[in-house]
């Protein structure tokens, strides 16, 4: 079966989803959450059905750049449609249900790299497995920090919007973002140690920069979490550390597979 279906219909109903929230915010209405979470789910199954047709191949796994965003989209969002559940951060599904959209239509059209084969032994994929929910969790800490910039910035001048008036209180959106940065931290910390385990060398010339950066970015995340624990670092410089690990964190998976793929085309 070929993954074109699936792929439009998650596109569609990521975008009637965004679409409904967004149209209720701007109306200063609360959107349906029951609602949302159900079309939410069922664009992350067809998503989720069209990826497993594109990234399955004969010995191994398709992860070429487009591909592995998409993955890494499709779990975002699981990840945040697990967290309403329990916590409020509904909020963030306005700026992730776009990006369900954008990534699994790029996936499907867009021309794919010159990316190898990932063989599928249980050691990769563990290190795969757990590199994915790092990146996950940690992009979630990334959109909690942008809403949280926002939110702050709205409420001291006063100009409050629709979305700004159904986000949860200043220290309750303050306490998501760290707890979000805890278990992405701690993520990212047993996805390097199985990338020590089970590959032969981390350091080899197509690994280097994924390697350094990645240690960067732990770096960079242990410091903000020592000093919210030591110092009480909140609000902007929290959000500024927030960024610069995510930023170093995306150069390096996708920084060097760009550069690989469609520069280097190694």
């Known amino acids: 079966m070929q993954p074109l279906l699936p792929t439009l219909l998650a596109a569609a109903l990521y975008a009637g989803a965004s679409t409904y929230q967004g149209l209720r915010l701007a109306r200063r209405e609360k959107p349906d959450t029951r609602l949302l979470g159900l079309l939410g789910a069922v664009a992350l199954v067809a998503h989720a059905f069209s990826l497993l047709l594109q990234l399955l191949a004969i010995d191994g796994l398709r992860l070429d750049f487009f591909n592995a965003s998409s993955l890494i989209a499709a779990a975002v969002i699981f990840l945040t449609l697990l967290a309403c559940l329990r916590m409020p951060v509904s909020n963030l599904l306005i700026l992730l249900f776009?990006?369900?959209?954008?990534?699994?239509?790029?996936?499907?059209?867009?021309?794919?790299?010159?990316?190898?084969?990932?063989?599928?032994?249980?050691?990769?994929?563990?290190?795969?497995?757990?590199?994915?929910?790092?990146?996950?969790?940690?992009?979630?800490?990334?959109?909690?920090?942008?809403?949280l910039l926002l939110q702050d910035h709205q409420l001291k001048h006063k100009h409050p919007s629709g979305l700004i008036r159904n986000f949860p209180p200043l220290q309750t959106m303050e306490s998501l973002l760290f707890g979000f940065l805890w278990a992405g931290w701690l993520l990212l910390s047993l996805s390097l140690l199985s990338g020590w385990m089970f590959f032969d060398d981390l350091f080899a010339q197509h690994l280097v920069h994924k390697t350094a950066l990645s240690c960067l970015a732990w770096i960079v995340f242990a410091i903000l979490l020592?000093?919210?624990?030591?110092?009480?670092?909140?609000?902007?410089?929290?959000?500024?550390?927030?960024?610069?690990?995510?930023?170093?964190?995306?150069?390096?998976?996708?920084?060097?597979?760009?550069?690989?793929?469609?520069?280097?085309?190694?």
Not at 111 to 125: F, R
Request: glycine content about 10%; some cysteine; charged content about 10%.
């Open 98 to 147: 776009p990006l369900g959209c954008l990534t699994a239509l790029l996936a499907e059209f867009a021309p794919s790299g010159n990316a190898p084969i990932v063989i599928e032994s249980p050691g990769i994929l563990a290190h795969i497995l757990l590199s994915i929910l790092a990146y996950g969790v940690l992009s979630i800490a990334m959109f909690q920090s942008l809403l």
């Open 226 to 266: 020592w000093g919210r624990h030591r110092l009480g670092w909140r609000g902007h410089k929290a959000i500024r550390w927030t960024l610069a690990g995510f930023c170093l964190l995306m150069l390096a998976y996708f920084g060097s597979k760009l550069v690989r793929e469609f520069i280097l085309h190694i």
